[in-house]
Structures are given as structure tokens and as C-alpha cells.
């Protein structure tokens, strides 16, 4: 019993000393906190479903690419959730700012949603120079009760920005700009 408690306090001690302090990051910008109740009736309601993105990418592990076929995981920094989630959450709060006639809503609604937004993204590039290359597919449906969805629109893009200065804060910031760049497209198709 002796010997359990002191490997078990070496083991305690090494993983303390080993791994940096990590930060933890989010997407999107911060919205104003406003006191008040709004009344949403009468408002369309947006719902965009959980944006896919590729497997690999889909932790909460800031992946850098470092070489041709080579990523590497952040080990300063990681996603607060899941960044298919970060990038649903902040692509939500990026089209409620550009659309704010209507009620845009990352999770399903407790009403039907007037239109849906899809959003496939087929490859997100970050490098530590704080780059972000987004590229990706979106479909926007009209949804009627009783009948099928109706599309419209449907398009796909790459976006590309650049983060001031290096690191995990840059690539961050680097990933909401492109975010910000695809809620500007779907933007105008949702006006």
C-alpha cells in the first residue's frame, strides 16, 4: 500500500510538470450583453443544422498544418467544444448580426424553422503563421409545412484570411475571419 501511494504521487507530479498551461479558445465574436426581453413572434426563424466538418479536424485539438501531409496538433491552446459546434455556434452569431430581421438559431427550435441552412465544410487549413483557409459547400432550404424543402440556394467557396501575428490567438482569429467571410455569402442569399 506504501509503495501505491508514492508511484501514485510521482505519476500525479510528472503529468503536472509535463504538459503547459493550454488556452482555451472559442470562434466568433463576443455579442454585446444587452439587458431586456425581445419578442420574436412574427420573426422568421433560421436554423442552421451542426456545420460537418472532416473527422480529423473534428476535436478540440487547434490542428496546425505543418507540412504537406502533416498536421500537428496546438500544444498551447484547444477548442472550448467540438469545433464542428464552434464553427455552428459562431456561424449562427455571424448570420444573426448580417440578418437581423430574422431569429437565427444554432440548435433545433422549439418552432419549425421557416429555413434551413446546411453547411459541409471540406477542409479547414490553419498554419502557425496564423493563416486560415476554409473551403465549403452550403445549401439554404425553405421549409413549408406540407410540403417537400425547397432549395435556394446552393453554392460552395474557399475563404482565406490572415490573423495578426502568430500563434494559437492569430490562427483563431484567422478561422473567425473566414467564418465572417462565408456569413457575408449566405448572408446575401438569406436577405
Not at 10 to 24: D, T, Y
Not at 37 to 58: F, M, N, T
Not at 59 to 79: F, M
Not at 103 to 128: E, F, K, N, Y
Request: with cysteine.
Amino acid at each position: 500500500m506504501k509503495y501505491c501511494k508514492f508511484w501514485l504521487l510521482v505519476i500525479i507530479l510528472a503529468s503536472c510538470g509535463s504538459w503547459p498551461n493550454q488556452q482555451v479558445y472559442v470562434l466568433g465574436s463576443a455579442g454585446e450583453p444587452a439587458a431586456g426581453v425581445r419578442d420574436d413572434a412574427g420573426r422568421r426563424v433560421i436554423e442552421i443544422k451542426r456545420v460537418l466538418v472532416p473527422d480529423y479536424l473534428d476535436s478540440t485539438d487547434i490542428t496546425l498544418r505543418t507540412g504537406t501531409n502533416e498536421l500537428k496538433a496546438s500544444q498551447t491552446g484547444v477548442w472550448g467544444e467540438r469545433l464542428s459546434i464552434g464553427i455552428t455556434q459562431a456561424l449562427a452569431g455571424a448570420l444573426a448580426r448580417r440578418v437581423p430581421s430574422a431569429v437565427v438559431v444554432a440548435r433545433p427550435p422549439v418552432i419549425r424553422p421557416a429555413v434551413q441552412v446546411l453547411v459541409d465544410v471540406t477542409g479547414l487549413q490553419s498554419t502557425t503563421g496564423g493563416e486560415a483557409v476554409l473551403t465549403g459547400r452550403w445549401t439554404i432550404l425553405r421549409l413549408r409545412d406540407g410540403s417537400a424543402p425547397q432549395t435556394i440556394a446552393t453554392a460552395q467557396g474557399s475563404f482565406v484570411a490572415q490573423g495578426a501575428g502568430t500563434g494559437d490567438g492569430a490562427v483563431v482569429a484567422a478561422i473567425t475571419d473566414v467564418i465572417d467571410q462565408l456569413a457575408d455569402r449566405i448572408a446575401i442569399s438569406l436577405r
